[in-house]
């Protein structure tokens, strides 16, 4: 099996994961949008914020889509593993 495949697999899991964390939610809509919100705006902050830092996490689809499921604690994950 190639990597490729294994890797949109292991990526639709994930979402398919997050998508039922959030439909058992009691409110479904809040707990996305704020799910979305602060995993978006961590990443533009460690993009805007980490060169003063010294902490580099490159802009790119796959981080701007996982941060957008995951929500914030994926950019903590990928700045530790991408730093150090």
Known sequence: MKSEYIFFIACAVIVIIMAVYYLRRKNRLTSLLTGVL?????????NMLGEYAGIYLP????????????GAPYVLVAVILYNF
């Open 38 to 46: 602060t995993g978006v705006l961590s990443l533009g902050a460690v």
């Open 59 to 70: 802009l790119n689809t796959f981080n701007t889509i996982a941060s957008t499921v995951l």
